[in-house]
């Protein structure tokens, strides 16, 4: 989940420590928790495992997909079964995972030479199935709907799929 105070992540460190963690792995935190992690990593050096991150420094360990070239492949063979209106669906509106493949989608159709709209992409939810099956009615049931939807995790697909039969 996302730390919400500095006292909170210190918390955090301090339990790794006296329970003796061998490390930390933090997954798709913000800039401002990165840095509260540099920052505490001072009190506490343990090992930080980086997994998904709006990262902008180097670390020693960081985990992440090639959303580039999985999207590229993924909308090119869209593009190549005759789909023109392709819209993106990503998780919550304040994850920065969501940030970075909606900017990859939209950088994607443009060299691709689809149209982008401000509806091709849209941020929806990791988990809550009632605001992804919303948006999936207002695409679906808009003047111009999508013929296909690429969605940025499993879960949001299942539902996509489900609420679209």
Same mark, same amino acid.
């Given at each position: =989940?996302?730390?919400?105070?500095?006292?909170?992540?210190?918390?955090?460190?301090?339990?790794?420590?006296?329970?003796?963690?061998?490390?930390?792995?933090?997954?798709?935190?913000?800039?401002?928790?990165?840095?509260?992690?540099?920052?505490?990593?001072?009190?506490?050096?343990?090992?930080?495992?980086?997994?998904?991150?709006?990262?902008?420094?180097?670390?020693?360990?960081?985990?992440?997909?090639?959303?580039?070239?999985?999207?590229?492949?993924?909308?090119?063979?869209?593009?190549?079964?005759?789909?023109?209106?392709?819209?993106?669906?990503?998780?919550?509106?304040?994850? =920065?995972?969501?940030?970075?493949?909606?900017?990859?989608?939209?950088?994607?159709?443009?060299?691709?030479?689809?149209?982008?709209?401000?509806?091709?992409?849209?941020?929806?939810?990791?988990?809550?199935?009632?605001?992804?099956?919303?948006?999936?009615?207002?695409?679906?049931?808009?003047?111009?709907?999508?013929?296909?939807?690429?969605?940025?995790?499993?879960?949001?697909?299942?539902?996509?799929?489900?609420?679209?039969?």
């Amino acid at each position: =989940p996302y730390l919400a105070s500095r006292s909170e992540l210190n918390a955090v460190f301090e339990r790794c420590a006296n329970w003796r963690m061998d490390g930390v792995i933090a997954v798709g935190l913000k800039q401002d928790a990165l840095e509260s992690i540099a920052q505490e990593m001072q009190n506490h050096p343990l090992p930080v495992v980086y997994v998904e991150t709006s990262l902008q420094q180097n670390t020693e360990m960081f985990i992440g997909n090639d959303d580039r070239s999985g999207l590229c492949e993924a909308v090119q063979h869209l593009k190549d079964l005759g789909h023109r209106n392709i819209v993106h669906f990503g998780g919550s509106p304040v994850s =920065p995972l969501t940030d970075k493949r909606t900017a990859i989608f939209l950088e994607v159709l443009r060299d691709l030479g689809l149209p982008v709209a401000p509806e091709s992409a849209r941020a929806t939810d990791w988990e809550d199935a009632a605001i992804i099956e919303a948006a999936t009615d207002e695409v679906l049931d808009s003047p111009s709907p999508p013929t296909a939807i690429v969605c940025g995790a499993d879960a949001i697909a299942m539902t996509v799929i489900r609420r679209a039969r």
